[in-house]
């Protein structure tokens, strides 16, 4: 009898030891959310860590850089500066503190007389409404007048002791060593900034000429949209990154708008035939001139870092307006079996440089999906390879088209308005000349008087 009650229980243990209940499967279901949420945290430890390593180098860091790129220091970056734009900072800096000296509510009756009368009319009510200078007023308007900075020294002096954060200084780079080094606005664009540097460069103002942000640690590049706003990607640089700008050209920069079948058609054999100049305008009217973008069908096989490893594995991938999606092992590339990969909102697009010996890609023509605070190396980053060129400038613009939609067109005009009319007429007559002739040889915009060299040569292509 004992015999068969200790056979019994030895039989219910082991069933019991098999069987899971549901309060086990629940709190199962409990320690993956919690790990999950653990390396979340981690995550944003790390990207914190990141963030904030510019003000562990104390006040003078942190001020160096939010006002200074690409300098050692803020009294380096201003000694850089050309005389006329250090004196058109000092200007600014003097009509700023006169602003701040008058009360605020003279500032907002003259603002009020500003609004109502004209301007020859408003000097006028604004001088009989304000009171007398005293003796103290005009003497020490005159004791300003005097010590106005005169040399560079102590125009510099004035700059550090007033210079506010809403001016950034920037070095610009070009590959042969030289450099420009400007004064911006952290409200102006990408496109602002182009603008003050053909100025200082006397280029063609081709639209092919980019802003380039490098990475160096991470082995990435990429160009700046003319519409974003130029300081904010700045703004995520640590004091201990090598990040530079360059100022380069980029053919592939416009590419959807110079042979838009390439992205529109590419499915179609005809297109290597190419199509003439009426077809490419229509193609570019369909796609662009509606209230919603219609981003490129496209759809392939791509090679997929794994996180953390060196491994890259092959996924069928499809591009849509939200996001890029992937086909499911043993799935169809029906819209309810994809999965999403990445939604674009959050994240910017990035060229490799070199990750074959990196990373150990099948090739080097790579590209990269970030966060732009993501300084370093992060779970968060997705790696993907292109099997030659042509895939990766075809995936890489067809991403930034369903990222930004119909702005990039309006960057595009915007750009073409602004390059040289001689420049604009070689242009079009070389594409009517051509319109009939093979894709690969359409000719690109005539080289510019100046052309700042690339960045640092690698074994991929700039797109």
Known sequence: ???????????????STNVITPCEMETEKMDDIEAMFSHLLGEMDNLSQSLTETAEGGPAAQRQSTISIGFTDLNESLNELE?????????????????????????SGRQTENQTAGSSMTQQSVAAAAPPPSSNTVGSSKGQHTSEPQTKADKIKLALENLTEDKLIVKVLMSDGSSKTLMVDKKQTAREVLDKLFEKTHCDCSVNWSLC??????????????????????????????????FVSRPGKYMMFKEPQLF??????????????????????????????????????LLLK?????????????????????????????????????????????????????????????????????????????????????????????????????????????????????????????????????????????????IPPPPPPTENTQV
């Not at 082995?219 to 990154?241: K, M, N, V």
């Not at 035939?273 to 490129?296: C, H, M, R, T, Y």
Request: with cysteine; charged share 25%.
């Open 306 to 450: 794994e996180d953390g490893k060196k491994v890259w594995k092959p996924r069928y991938f499809v591009l849509r307006a939200s996001g890029l999606y992937y086909v499911p092992k043993g799935k169809t590339k029906s819209s309810s079996d994809l999965v999403c990969f990445v939604h674009f909102e959050k994240v910017d697009i990035y060229t490799c440089i070199n990750y074959k010996q990196k990373y150990r890609a099948p090739t080097n023509f790579c590209f990269m999906l970030k966060h732009p605070c993501i300084q370093k190396d992060s779970d968060y980053i997705k790696f993907l390879c292109c099997e030659d060129e042509h895939k990766l400038l075809l995936w890489v613009n067809s991403i930034r088209i369903a990222k930004y939609g119909t702005v990039l067109y309006e960057n595009y005009q915007v750009a073409m308005k602004r390059a040289s009319p001689s420049l604009q007429t070689l242009h079009s007559a070389a594409l009517i000349e051509n319109s009939n002739s093979h894709v690969e040889d359409y000719p690109h915009e005539p080289p510019p008087d100046f």
């Open 264 to 301: 529109y058609m590419w499915k179609k054999k005809t297109t290597s035939d190419g199509i003439n100049e009426q077809a490419k305008q229509l193609l570019i009217k369909d796609s662009f001139s509606g209230g919603v973008v219609i981003v490129p069908d496209l759809e392939g096989t």
């Open 213 to 246: 942000e490098t990475n160096p640690g991470l082995q990435i590049e990429r160009g700046f949209e003319d519409h974003e706003c130029f300081a904010e990607p700045l703004s995520a640089w640590t004091c201990e990154s090598e990040n530079k700008i360059y």
């Open 83 to 107: 005389d006329q734009d250090l004196d058109a900072l000092v200007a600014d800096l003097r009509a700023d503190s006169t602003t701040s000296e008058v009360p605020a509510d003279q500032q």
């Open 1 to 15: 009898m004992h015999m068969w009650l200790l056979i019994l229980s030895h039989e219910c243990l082991s069933i």
